[in-house]
């Protein structure tokens, strides 16, 4: 004979105390892990959805990021003509030639500043990036001191919003526009004119990267071996979706550390619970004696204090659900070049 499941639910609301502390212990595990998978989530989620297939990155050879590579306007002219390369709706070659650059802009949550990107691009470059769309505001001028700033940039930077000014370089720049790009890592950064920013930042010859367009699969692979094997360009040429995959490895560490302390608190929480249930059954021996004597056998109590342990399991992670759920749909940004 089974011992009715509302046996196990009146004891736990009798000891009240005993079963929230209990749940609590197991409800900060699962919310330590749910906070740290869904950051990395995000992440992950940003670089899978960005980048174009038939997009290729070209940095000096050796570079393992914009921000390291020194890119010239001359190897820009050499490869903006090779074959394979799509044209624009003007019927230019599909090349964009960029700057990334690190600023310091105060935001909500660091008043004293936080680095974040911006890309100098050419008009090309906006077309290039399909997907994304000015949701604000204008497109800026070329020549002008104007930028476009991703729309969470304008959520978490005052200064970045639409309308302000923001000061870096030799001068100030105005917000003229905010760009979506869904969840795509655009929206972590600000574009302005590639040559009025390559003058700001004395960068006219040596610049970041170049983005090139494939005019089709078969034409991708043939520009990455071409532009790779080119050693008067001496260029790393790689498709623009697997270079924002690898910068994903940068997640790893986080996620391992995640795990870690989850899995120590988990082991805590284990204990927490195994102590609570036997302290439960050295108090109870009564209780069990009395169900023995009305003929329950040993294993209905065993399966009845298990059912039990169960309860509290998911109570605790109901509980942990619920300290996170605050967290959705909180958006931040990466501080580091793509």
């Not at 040559?195 to 520009?223: C, K, M, T, W």
């Not at 071409?226 to 498709?239: C, H, I, S, Y």
């Not at 056998?297 to 342990?309: D, M, Q, T, V």
């Amino acid at each position: 004979m089974a011992i009715p499941l509302n046996y196990n639910v009146r004891n736990l609301m009798v000891r009240k105390t005993t079963t929230f502390m209990t749940a609590l212990g197991i409800s900060l595990t699962v919310a330590v892990l749910l906070a740290v998978i869904a950051l990395l989530n995000g992440l992950w989620t940003a670089f899978s959805i960005s980048g174009d297939p038939l997009q290729i990155l070209v940095m000096r050879k050796g570079s393992t990021a914009e921000l390291s590579s020194n890119f010239s306007r001359a190897q820009y002219q050499d490869l903006k003509f090779k074959p394979g390369i799509a044209k624009s709706k003007a019927g230019e070659p599909m090349v964009s030639l960029e700057m990334v650059q690190i600023i310091n802009l105060p935001s909500v949550d660091s008043p004293d500043g936080m680095n974040i990107t911006i890309r100098g691009i050419l008009p090309v470059g906006f077309e290039m990036r399909s997907g994304l769309r000015i949701s604000e505001g204008r497109m800026f001028e070329t020549g002008k001191r104007e930028v476009v700033v991703g729309k969470s940039v304008a959520k978490r930077y005052p200064a970045a919003r639409m309308g302000s000014q923001i000061e870096f370089g030799r001068g100030k720049w105005t917000v003229v526009g905010i760009m979506d790009a869904g969840q795509g890592a655009v929206n972590s950064e600000i574009f302005l004119d590639l040559n009025q920013g390559a003058s700001d930042f004395n960068r006219s010859e040596v610049l970041s990267s170049a983005l090139v367009r494939a005019a089709d699969p078969v034409a991708h692979q043939a520009l990455i071996n071409d532009l790779t094997a080119d050693q008067r360009l001496n260029v790393t040429a790689e498709g623009e979706k697997a270079y924002l995959e690898r910068q994903t490895q940068s997640g790893i560490p986080i996620f391992a550390i995640g795990i870690l302390v989850s899995s120590i608190m988990a082991v805590g929480s284990c204990f927490a619970a195994m102590n609570t249930m036997y302290a439960a059954v050295a108090r109870r021996a009564r209780e069990i004696g009395t169900l023995r004597v009305l003929g329950f056998s040993r294993f209905s109590i065993l399966f009845s204090f298990f059912a039990e342990s169960l309860m509290l399991s998911l109570l605790g992670g109901l509980l942990g659900i619920l300290l996170v759920l605050p967290l959705n749909n909180i958006t931040t940004g990466p501080t580091f070049p793509f």
